[in-house]
C-alpha cells in the first residue's frame, strides 16, 4: 500500500507546539530509513532544523499494530517506549538525540509524535565509507556506550518501557524466546525463499541444537537489539548518539554483540566485548541472519518505498545463513 508522506501544514502545528512561533515552518523532508515510524526532518525560516518521530498506521510498513510491551522483542514502536528508553539511556549516560518535545494528545496531529535534535555529523556509516580509518578511530566512542550499557545490571529480562514502569519481567529466559523467533523467521523465510525452504530441517535441527547448548542466566544490560553504524549519528563534536532506540530490552549482550558483528563487519573488532558467552553468540547470530531473510522479504512484499533494497538485504543473508549452516553444523 502506498503511502502519504505528512506536508509541511501537516507538521506546522507540532512545530509550533515544539519549537515556538518565532521562526515558522518552511519545509519537511521524509528521511529515508524510517519503517515503523515517519522521520521527518523540520526547517524554520531561519535555517534551523529539528526531527519529528511519526508513530502512526500510515507510518508503520510492517503494518504490525501496536507494541506488546510485555514480550521482550515485541516490534519497537511507540512513543511511550521511546520517551522510557530514552530516559534510561541518558541515566546510564548513554547519548540520545536531545527531546524536545513528546506529544501523545493527538490535539496537533493525529497520531503520537515527538521532536528531537538534529544532528549535525551525520552517521557513523557514513563517516566509515568517507574514510574508513579515521571512521574506525570514532568508534572506540561508541564502545565505551556499549561498555557502559553492559555496566549497567538491569532488574531482569524485558522491554525497558515495561520493567522500569513496574511491569513482571518475561518468564521466559532470553534464549528461549530467541530460538523461539528464530524458527518463525525460518518458516517464513522458507514460504519465500526455495534456497531456504530446502534447507529448512537442517536449521531447525541447528537451532535447537544451539540453543540446548545455553546455560541459564539470570543477569540482563540495556541491549539496543539493532545498533548498525547507521544507527549511530555523529553530533557537532563527532561523539556518537544512538537513535532508533524505541526496542530498548534488558536481556543478554551477545544479542547485541551478535547484530553488531553482523552490522559492522570487518570493524567490530573495535567494539569486541571481553567475556560473552560463545554459545549464545551462535545461537543469537543465526536468529538475526534469518530474521534479516523473513523481515525484508516481507517488508519487500508490501508497500515499503524501497524494495529492491530490501530485497539485497535478504539475498546477502540467505548467503550467511547456508554458509553458517555449513560451518556450524
Not at 171 to 190: T, Y
Amino acid at each position: 500500500m502506498a503511502r502519504t508522506p505528512l506536508t509541511r501544514d501537516d507538521l506546522a502545528p507540532l512545530a509550533r507546539a515544539a519549537l515556538g512561533r518565532a521562526h515558522p515552518l518552511t519545509s519537511v523532508t521524509r528521511l529515508r530509513g524510517g519503517s515503523r515510524k515517519g522521520v521527518y526532518r523540520l526547517t524554520r525560516d531561519d535555517g534551523s532544523t529539528a526531527v519529528a518521530y511519526v508513530w502512526s498506521p500510515d507510518e508503520d510498513h510492517w503494518d504490525a499494530g501496536p507494541s506488546d510491551p510485555r514480550d521482550p522483542f515485541s516490534p519497537g514502536t511507540g512513543l511511550g517506549l521511546f520517551t522510557a528508553a530514552h530516559a534510561r539511556l541518558t541515566a546510564v549516560g548513554v547519548r540520545t538525540p536531545r527531546l524536545l518535545y513528546a506529544d501523545g494528545t493527538h490535539t496537533r496531529l493525529a497520531a503520537d509524535a515527538a521532536v528531537v535534535e538534529d544532528l549535525p555529523g551525520g552517521s557513523l556509516a557514513r563517516a566509515l565509507e568517507r574514510d574508513p580509518r579515521a571512521g574506525r578511530a570514532a568508534l572506540e566512542r561508541p564502545a565505551g556506550a556499549l561498555a557502559r550499557l553492559r555496566a549497567h545490571h538491569g532488574p531482569g529480562f524485558g522491554k525497558v518501557a515495561h520493567v522500569d514502569g513496574g511491569g513482571e519481567p518475561s518468564a521466559l529466559p532470553c534464549e528461549r524466546l530467541v530460538a523461539d523467533g528464530a524458527l518463525r523467521s525460518l518458516a517464513e523465510a522458507a514460504a519465500r525463499d526455495g534456497r531456504i525452504a530446502a534447507a529448512r530441517g537442517e536449521l531447525d535441527a541447528l537451532v535447537r541444537e544451539l540453543a540446548a547448548a545455553v546455560r541459564p542466566r539470570t543477569r540482563h544490560s540495556p541491549v539496543h537489539g539493532e545498533l548498525g553504524p547507521d544507527h549511530v549519528l555523529l553530533d557537532a563534536d563527532g561523539h556518537p548518539v544512538l537513535i532508533d532506540v524505541e526496542g530498548l530490552l534488558y536481556a543478554d549482550a551477545e544479542w547485541e554483540h551478535a547484530f553488531l558483528r553482523i552490522r559492522f563487519g570487518s570493524h567490530y573488532g573495535v567494539l569486541r566485548a571481553p567475556g560473552l558467552d560463545e554459545h549464545r553468540l551462535c545461537l543469537y547470530r543465526l536468529a538475526t541472519h534469518l530474521s534479516l531473510v523473513s523481515g525484508p522479504l516481507r517488508l519487500a512484499e508490501g508497500g515499503f518505498p524501497h524494495p529492491e533494497g530490501m530485497r539485497a538485504i535478504a539475498e546477502h543473508h540467505i548467503g550467511q545463513t547456508l554458509s553458517l549452516l555449513r560451518t556450524v553444523s
